[in-house]
T-cell receptor
Framework: DTEVTQTPKHLVMGMTNKKSLKCEQH?????MYWYKQKAKKPPELMFV???????INESVPSRFSPECPNSSLLNLHLHALQPEDSALYLC??????????????FGQGTRLTVV | AQKITQTQPGMFVQEKEAVTLDCTYD???????LFWYKQPSSGEMIFLIYQGSYDEQNATEGRYSLNFQKARKSANLVISASQLGDSAMYFC?????????????????FGKGTLLTVNP
């Protein structure tokens, strides 16, 4: 069983909806990540939180808004998405964001469809 | 510039045989990490093996071994005694400093992946 839990597993939303993706880990990790993965493509990094602070934003559109309420939780708030945002959204965590500690544990992902 | 390259879009292997998945990388950094992940059709990314740039020994984890050739900048994954459950997408990834963060932030960049099919 994965130690990174993502909810929901599947989400269908309209372009005017507001929804949130949730991610939780209880491994004491201090770095958490959001990745976006389109079909048949590798994951692409969106955001990194290190010690509950946003440390990397890969120029993601503002319709995606990350939030890290505490060291165990990571949210991704979605608003006014486009159909091309449909993808698998993966959350991951690692001990910290350092070079030898980016062995990231991934959740099972949320399959998002924007209609 | 492509930092990590997997040249095999798909590979087939017979059950119980060994298979090598290729990965080459490009960086001028001296300190970096190389990872292999497995992604079944369910979507979860499963960590398989890690190799640090300063590690002199090739990494091994059970049936997985990493053939690290630093001078050639290659980090091939070898799966021994293939099983039907090994059928999945395999991603090679490199961990490098991100942007102009002065080395304080690192990110994983993934290759395009290799789809491995194990035949009975």
């Amino acid at each position: 069983d994965t130690e990174v839990t993502q909810t929901p597993k599947h989400l269908v939303m309209g372009m005017t909806n507001k929804k949130s993706l949730k991610c939780e880990q209880h491994m004491g990790h201090r770095a958490m990540y959001w990745y976006k993965q389109k079909a048949k493509k590798p994951p692409e990094l969106m955001f990194v939180y290190s010690y509950e602070k946003l440390s990397i934003n890969e120029s993601v559109p503002s319709r995606f808004s990350p939030e890290c309420p505490n060291s165990s939780l990571l949210n991704l708030h979605l608003h006014a998405l486009q159909p091309e945002d449909s993808a698998l959204y993966l959350c991951a965590s690692s001990q910290d964001g350092g070079p030898r500690n980016t062995e990231a544990f991934f959740g099972q992902g949320t399959r998002l469809t924007v209609v | 510039a492509q930092k990590i390259t997997q040249t095999q879009p798909g590979m087939f292997v017979q059950e119980k045989e060994a298979v090598t998945l290729d990965c080459t990388y490009d960086t001028s950094d001296q300190s970096y990490g190389l990872f292999w992940y497995k992604q079944p059709s369910s979507g979860e990314m499963i960590f398989l093996i890690y190799q640090g740039s300063y590690d002199e020994q090739n990494a091994t984890e059970g049936r997985y071994s990493l053939n690290f050739q630093k001078a050639r900048k290659s980090a091939n994954l070898v799966i021994s005694a293939s099983q039907l459950g090994d059928s999945a997408m395999y991603f090679c990834a490199i961990c490098l400093p991100w942007g102009n963060s002065g080395g304080s932030n690192y990110k994983l960049t993934f290759g395009k992946g290799t789809l491995l099919t194990v035949n009975p």
